[in-house]
T-cell receptor, first 112, second 115 residues
């Protein structure tokens, strides 16, 4: 297992377009997290899955954001009608219950 | 809700010297974990060190050690014998040990190690 993979690494999109990011966690990890990190700030929690169930969503996750984790494996994060304020690094992490977190390299989104 | 505060936006240290990064947190929980993560430029977040709140003994990991003061809600990171490869953003993070646990991060300290 090569760790947590995120795709794409970089995404440039025009305002108003939809984008989708993918995260492949470590295969035996049952928990998967999405975080957003803006320049010079710490990561902010967006949402969290245990297996395929989405257990918590931050109030940062507006109606334009949706995340899925079908079959408890990979996860996708979709942003509809992107806005310039959505520009950020989107980080995915996975863990076992009670275990440490492994982070992916992130997807950097730029909305122009 | 938990909050994590890192009051030092930037720090600089010479190679081979020792530096201490500060972190304070606020929580009403009694069972939790504290972490220091390192994020090198354009690279992924990696775990430096972890401390369980129920343990009085401070965690150490090679050149990295913490000073955990539970009553004061303080969790500082000491880096000894600093190396150029230690240059990175350092984030302090908190995790409640309940069923819906997640990491709450501070705003980070940018550490520059110089020759």
């Amino acid at each position: 297992d090569t760790g947590v993979s995120q795709d794409p690494r970089h995404k440039i999109t025009k305002r108003g377009q939809n984008v989708t990011f993918r995260c492949d966690p470590i295969s035996e990890h049952n928990r998967l997290y999405w975080y957003r990190q803006t320049l010079g700030q710490g990561p902010e929690f967006l949402t969290y899955f245990q297996n395929e169930a989405q257990l918590e969503k931050s109030r940062l996750l507006s109606d334009r954001f949706s995340a899925e984790r079908p079959k408890g494996s990979f996860s996708t994060l979709e942003i509809q009608r992107t806005e310039q304020g959505d520009s950020a690094m989107y980080l995915c992490a996975s863990s076992l219950t009670g275990g440490g977190y492994t982070f992916g390299s992130g997807t950097r989104l730029t909305v122009v | 809700a938990q909050t994590v505060t890192q009051s030092q936006p930037e720090m600089s240290v010479q190679e081979a010297e020792t530096v201490t990064l500060s972190c304070t947190y606020d929580t009403s929980e009694s069972n939790y974990y504290l972490f220091w993560y390192k994020q090198p430029p354009s690279r992924q977040m990696i775990l430096v060190i972890r401390q369980e709140a129920y343990k009085q003994q401070n965690a150490t990991e090679n050149r990295f050690s913490v000073n955990f003061q539970k009553a004061a809600k303080s969790f500082s990171l000491k880096i000894s014998d600093s190396q150029l490869g230690d240059t990175a953003m350092y984030f302090c993070a908190f995790e409640y040990t309940g069923t819906a646990s997640k990491l709450t991060f501070g705003t980070g300290t940018r550490l520059q190690v110089t020759l």
